[in-house]
């Protein structure tokens, strides 16, 4: 399966793809301009309360937010030390609170939209580009195709870490080899589905 859509009739799932990808990218635009100054701390928090608050709005439920939120506590940990390190504690809740916006927000948007509404839409919206030469439906491709992994990776983090736990290894670079592999079969998988209906070469 390449699509993670959850088929739901609530306001996120009635809203248009364009919209959508547009709220995204503007709030990614928007938290990108925001100093990372212990000012910015409660405003980056409260982004992160929106998003998070936006799962049971959309009908996602309870559940599909805590997937999310366990799916993203190694990266938090992980960035969030290491920012925290290097730039100091302010800087590392605001970055590290940047990201899992977004990471969120992408995640409510592949749940909730189609894949074929959402590759629709990017040609629609890079249909311009084509006077130049440009492959737009491959590139609504790749851009769909990306958006989806955002979750799948996550999956594949949660699963090698659980894994991990069991047999009492601890966290390390040796964690991002059995995460690339899996990555890599699915990105082998994705393009064997995609050569069966046509879509690569």
């Known amino acids: 399966m390449i699509s993670l859509y ?28 925001l100093p990372a100054a212990p000012a ?12 998070s ?4 709005l959309a009908g996602l439920g309870m559940r599909e937010l805590g997937a999310a939120w366990w799916r ?11 920012l925290g390190v290097f730039v100091g504690a302010p800087a590392a809740i605001v970055n590290t609170g940047r990201l899992v916006i977004l990471l ?11 894949t074929s509404a959402l590759m ?3 040609v629609q919206l890079l249909r311009p580009l084509r006077a130049l030469g440009v492959d737009v439906d ?9 958006l989806t992994m955002v979750p799948v990776v996550g999956g594949f983090v ?5 894994a991990q736990d069991a047999r009492g290894v601890r966290l390390g670079l040796r964690s991002a080899l059995p995460i690339l592999v899996r990555t890599m079969r699915h990105a082998d998988a994705v393009g064997e589905a995609l050569a069966a209906r046509g879509l690569a070469p």
């Open 40 to 51: 910015m701390i409660v405003p980056i928090l409260v982004g992160v309360a929106g998003a």
């Open 6 to 33: 959850r088929p739901g009739s609530g306001l996120l799932h009635r809203t248009p793809a364009g919209v959508k990808l547009a709220v995204l990218a503007v709030v990614a635009f928007g938290i990108s301009f």
């Open 104 to 114: 969120l927000l992408a995640e409510l948007l592949t749940r909730t939209t189609r």
């Open 72 to 82: 993203l506590r190694w990266l938090i940990l992980i960035l969030g030390a290491a």
């Open 53 to 56: 608050l936006l799962f049971p």
């Open 138 to 146: 491959a590139v609504a491709l790749v851009l769909s195709l990306t």
């Open 158 to 162: 949660h699963a090698v870490r659980e």
């Open 120 to 122: 629709a839409t990017i």
